[in-house]
């Protein structure tokens, strides 16, 4: 790292930082300039992290040169990782169809969206048992009984299943019964509930916070990985910024960003980062074409009666054609599919 | 509520909408105008907000005319509520100053707080035993032996405590030592844990979520009162924007909205909003002349030696006479201390 | 319009919206619910936009039916507008390369970039002699100068050019060599600017400016449009978030919602909106995927020697290999090239 | 500056990159980390910033160490610049209140606001004639017609007046009846306007952009100095966020971090910044407690008459009260006033 100081800064100021650096056994470099000095700072990373030298008297700002983050990075594993679930992979080169409803709400419900993600071609069935919602008056889900439905629909259609975890007393069901953990936006820093799902053996998909950092969504994979589970796989849902034209902005370049920064797989939510069901399409494609390894979407057998983003979902009537048209795009940027 | 249909919109897609609307006992009032038709519908809130009516044909869009929280509103409580805890008043015209250390190190060190805070005429002790960390890396808290030594410095300084609850299965822990028990930034739609203490008995603190509009924040609060806790006290610490001077943008408006919207009482955190010491004192003076109840300030004895957001915390050398400014215009803006 | 009443809105204070209403010859009807009074207004838009029925006493807020664009919209115009300019079409199903450097140099770079662009089968060059920077102490750019010598490069290649215009001043030179008359996004707001444009009779291509919404850029063409100069091509290229991976965040939604909203041409501009080279070709794929009717890219002989912007320019010799490839979406998307 | 390499980076980059900086003239000097090169630049400042050093094979990044203003900082100008005009001192300790009607609309309108802000013991009568909005059919403002009724309004009452300046072809008229010149939100990063009236003899007063960073406003101000004009006021309008309870997010830490950043008075725009007249007094006090060296504020004979910003002006039967509140606590932060 490097401290910049400030152009008032004293000797006596520069040489404080200086031994604070050297007693955590690190080694300074001290370069004095015209107007401003700079340390440089040579040493163990977790270490220096942790020492608050801005708070230092005439220390300007601290500017960081290696990344926060480790496992989750290309350079420490420079192949892609490829997340193997019932059959499917996810990630090198493997492209992948999750779709189902936003949230289970019947068994019929939830077997028709199975069948009809199985017909369209997809891959993984997504539903939410237990749902985020803002308000304490919508549904919230219909917990584990919502989990043996998806489990019915599993069976049937042999189709693995995604689902959301939102807090650690409900790990064992969701474990038994998920093939995916998913972690929701709003939880992307719940820190302790990644570090459960780390410590297990399912795959995680992470859903990218709705204001964070692509830095904080790698740093999110990491407390997953650094338990010891490498099976992460990143979904990019939209981020919160002033344009209301869609419910939230699908950061496409955060795709191709994360694909060079790490190994792990990244897919895209197109129903959520738009929450309007004409703006599907285009923006699976163009996830494609980014270089998405997949995409999530939500589908419905009647969005008008959704319990749940009825609005932003396809209607399963037209997943076919929607999945179909997908299919073509990720052939022709190369990939595998499933 | 007002269903805005599109221009296109055929007489048989309004009808639609109006047997849909009926059908769950509600009233829909058809307005045809020149280009474009509107429905407007009364009826009960919660039914209609779960009708997915923007996923019926020919409706472009559904305006809601009434908030979407009830409890927390100015309409339903008009007069502010006061928190009571340990001798301090929050809220209705009484001033509070929280102050403590971010993260709980050491007996000592929380014990040197305690003292500062006290000796400065502050209210509340603050201090973490559980922290949220962007990095796996970076220290985590001392958990249950960080509430003991915080309950130790409330022995000794008489302060009441507040510190922050992550996990819904430390509630017992936090809820035996703490006397507000904070819900931080992350947590703020970790919707079980928001139910889970407005079950319980004691205030609770609510941070603004770094990209939570007031909307949001007001919503989580009523998580809380739902559930039977009255005792809610809101936090604002700076939202994220595209500035990065300060670590956050003090959204100091909110202060004022929020006034004006609810009955809840509301403190401002110049710490978080800014990240930086030199500020803490201009804005805790603008959150005071703009209405808050109350400032939670971060201060440590030495800040160059602290675990977490040492950069950002007054050292307690500087408490007593940022708190006496603070009190001064808190006194200037007609409020009572406590 | 809408005008939603406060919940103690008085019977006189509909009434004074009623009459004030009526006073511009439009109508009023009013819908009294159980909390909240709803008056729904039908008349002129413009002569009712221009109320500050806001201003009201008991008026909670005013909701828009209707857009406030019009001569851009897809209902006042169904078909896609295609603007034509030196032999090539941009809209309606005609894809369209746009490329060159940030800013004109040297007679020699200038005549380099436009061979590049035309061997990789590009249709118009880009260059700008006026540059808007943030600095005072940077280099500004060449004015008629720099305008003369894309002039020489269209006389050479015959690809026609689009550059800037910065100053109404400036219109008469500006308008005498270029083809395309580009307004930067930090004067999409410069309404004078627009409606002199507007007067002319080259096509103008609209930059989206940083934190300007899809409405106000649509407004933005209609500020020309209304001026009588109907040949407008909208460039996303980015919006300013939170985000710093990425120089900018390209909003990928925005294209397919004004492919929805408006008959205008809408290109991407990848090279600003990201400000690094690995990241163009993605996006640029993303851009033709999610429907943009073209591609406006930076490329530079010589990178590292760029006055402007060489940090995220594809150097010419690359050029070929991205064309390619862009293209080839392009046609699997169904569009004919320029 | 400072150049961080790749950490594939190989000795022939680091080695082109050294040769790159020494050509103009700087030193270099090469840090070889463990997995990380980096190499401190030591040179003129213009001359290294205009070099792409981010373009050459294998930079990461580059991290500037000095700020790119110079004439507007604190360091340059340790003193506060006091801007005298018509009588009225802003700056250096003297507060002062701008108010008036967001547009001229006729000589009675101005004339009445203008008493009322004599009355109120307010400093400075602001107005505009020139208006940018954001709808092609809204009121565009009356001009040179305008400007005449501020002269008028100006002689009786004694005040002088500030109005905005758009297009660099009226700025001959407003330099005639203005006291202070306003470049507009939208207009700050206007270079050409910017560097006119950076030639004038006039005091400037700069808006912030809705989302330029605080190191882009002082850039603007850089613009007018640069020119020679060092008489320049900061106003903070408030920035563009994902809020929409307020018209805009007023960034108060701006206002502190401005006033340790650079020696320019700044004032504050309330009224643009909420968008709403019941938040304008709660966060004038704010930002009068946070340091401004004024508050801008709009008031209106009879907002419900007005063609522009209505909604958000005091009513000038308000002012007074509005006046008194503020002046006390400015004469509380130890201010004198005007």
Request: proline letters at 5%; a negative charge.
């Amino acid at each position: 790292m490097m401290v910049i100081m400030h152009e008032s800064a004293t000797t006596e100021q520069v040489a404080g930082v200086v031994s604070r650096v050297e007693a955590v056994g690190a080694s300074a470099h001290v370069s004095v300039g015209e107007r401003v000095t700079v340390i440089g700072v040579l040493g163990d990373r977790e270490e220096l992290t942790a020492l608050p030298l801005e708070a230092m008297p005439g220390v300007e700002r601290v500017v960081a040169i290696l990344k926060p983050y480790k496992l989750v990075s290309r350079e420490f594993h420079p192949a892609d990782t490829v997340v193997e679930v019932g059959g499917v992979r996810i990630g090198g080169g493997h492209f992948c169809l999750i779709a189902g409803p936003c949230s289970v709400e019947t068994s019929e419900q939830v077997l028709a969206a199975g069948r009809a993600v199985k017909a369209a071609g997809g891959h993984v069935l997504r539903g939410g048992a237990y749902k985020p919602r803002t308000s304490p008056y919508a549904f919230q889900g219909l917990g584990v009984e919502g989990l043996r439905m998806l489990a019915a629909a599993r069976e049937e259609t042999g189709l693995p299943i995604v689902t959301e975890l939102m807090d650690p007393r409900d790990l064992d069901d969701v474990y038994e019964y998920a093939d995916i953990i998913q972690i929701g936006a709003r939880n992307m820093q719940n820190f302790q509930l990644l570090a459960e799902v780390g410590r297990r053996d399912k795959p995680v998909l992470i859903k990218r916070g709705l204001s964070a950092t692509i830095e904080e969504w790698l740093m999110a994979a990491e407390y997953v990985v650094k338990e010891g589970n490498r099976d992460v796989i990143l979904c990019e849902r939209g981020i919160r910024t002033f344009e209301t034209a869609t419910r939230n902005t699908l950061d496409i370049g955060a795709v191709a960003v994360v694909k060079l920064a790490s190994h792990l797989p990244v897919v895209v939510d197109p129903s959520h980062a738009t929450g309007r069901p004409e703006l599907v399409l285009p923006l699976s494609l163009a996830a494609v074409a980014a270089g998405a390894d997949g995409v999530m979407v939500e589908t419905h057998p009647n969005p008008e009666q959704a319990l749940c983003d009825g609005p932003q979902s396809l209607p399963t009537s037209a997943l076919a054609e929607y999945a179909a048209r997908t299919r073509e795009l990720a052939a022709w940027c190369g990939k595998t599919l499933g």
